[in-house]
């Protein structure tokens, strides 16, 4: 029989290493997703949009959905297929066909701070739509302080000159990722995260695809130069494979609020990196504005429960 006593050295080294790798696990999706904005606007700042989204995401969704299926984990039953195909339409399509087409207009730093709103939309939708989660005035008060934060943002962009519609598609596509984040929890999907993952990043992709050649892009590809085609290796590669994957280790050893703090930070990051990176001026209606949402997100993950 195998020996069951395990020293006390052995419990601490253990330990410890699992807070090394949840630390490590915390920094890759702070630091990746918040610099995938900053990716996202060189990328489309040659290549057509909605390629570049359909690159990255049919790309990603092959390499993992492919290499869960050569582990042996079993595909989609039809039923989960069904159900697959709207979240990749409501998280992957119009989420990101928004976000890659929208940061042609709207810096890196104010689009992550709008996309810091999804604990915000997600919270409203489970508390006064689909009745998910329990209702809150506090709550109430800290997603009203969220969308105070959007408001003074799109002020910013109106007075700075920019356009208003692509500031307006950001939060629609917050708005389909947070639908198909609530839906998922009453829906049939795959008992392995990775391959539902990987199975909603190939069917959002292919629409994507097909977005694309309906705008003809596929006619215009141009000469891609070696920043916006570092910035889609990063997309595929680290955007949408590393930090994934580290997002799923973690809701498996910390709670599902901690491991959504990445909400709040991934927007100073991203800011950060379009100062530093790309030029991108922050004024003090984007500071104010990040302040409000920021607060409000943390409000929610801190003390909206469960």
């Given amino acids: 029989m195998p020996n069951l006593m ?17 630390v490590l696990a915390f920094a890759v999706i702070y630091i990746a997703w918040g610099a995938t904005f900053a990716a996202i606007r ?13 690159l990255r995401f049919l790309t990603a969704g092959l390499i993992l959905y492919g290499f869960m299926r050569l582990r042996g984990v079993p595909r989609p039953t039809l039923r989960e297929w069904r159900s697959l195909a709207l979240l990749g339409t409501l998280v ?24 810091g709103t999804i604990p915000l939309i997600t919270g409203l939708l489970e508390m006064l739509v689909f009745r998910q989660r329990a209702f809150r005035w506090s709550a109430l008060l800290a ?36 639908l198909g984040m609530v839906l998922s929890r ?3 999907l795959p008992s392995s995260r990775a391959v539902a993952a990987g199975a909603e990043m190939i069917i959002g992709g292919a629409l994507l695809l097909l977005l694309s050649a309906a705008h ?21 590669l680290i955007g949408s494979l590393l930090a994934f994957t ?3 280790w973690l809701l498996k050893h910390v709670s599902a609020s901690r491991a959504a703090s990445h909400a709040f930070v991934n927007p100073v990051v991203a800011v950060a990196l379009g100062a530093w990176m790309l030029g991108e001026p922050v004024s003090r209606t984007a500071i104010a504005g990040m302040a409000l949402i920021l607060v409000s997100v943390f409000c929610i993950l801190r003390f909206g429960g469960d």
């Fill in 143 to 178: 997603i009203a302080v969220g969308f105070l934060g959007v408001a003074v943002l799109v002020s910013g962009q109106l007075e700075g000159g920019q356009p208003l519609l692509p500031s307006l598609a950001l939060v629609g596509g917050c708005v389909a990722w947070s």
């Fill in 216 to 236: 003809g892009e596929l006619g215009h590809i141009p000469h891609i130069g070696w920043r916006p085609a570092l910035a889609m290796v990063y997309l595929i």
């Fill in 6 to 22: 395990v020293s006390p050295r052995e419990t601490i080294r253990a330990a410890r290493s699992r807070r090394l790798a949840i």
């Fill in 246 to 248: 580290c997002f799923v």
């Fill in 42 to 54: 060189v990328a489309v700042g040659v290549i057509p949009p909605f390629f570049a989204a359909a």
């Fill in 186 to 188: 009453s829906i049939p």
């Fill in 92 to 115: 992957i399509f119009l989420d990101y066909s928004a976000f890659f087409w929208g940061e042609r207009y709207v810096a890196s730093g104010t689009a992550a701070i709008i996309a």
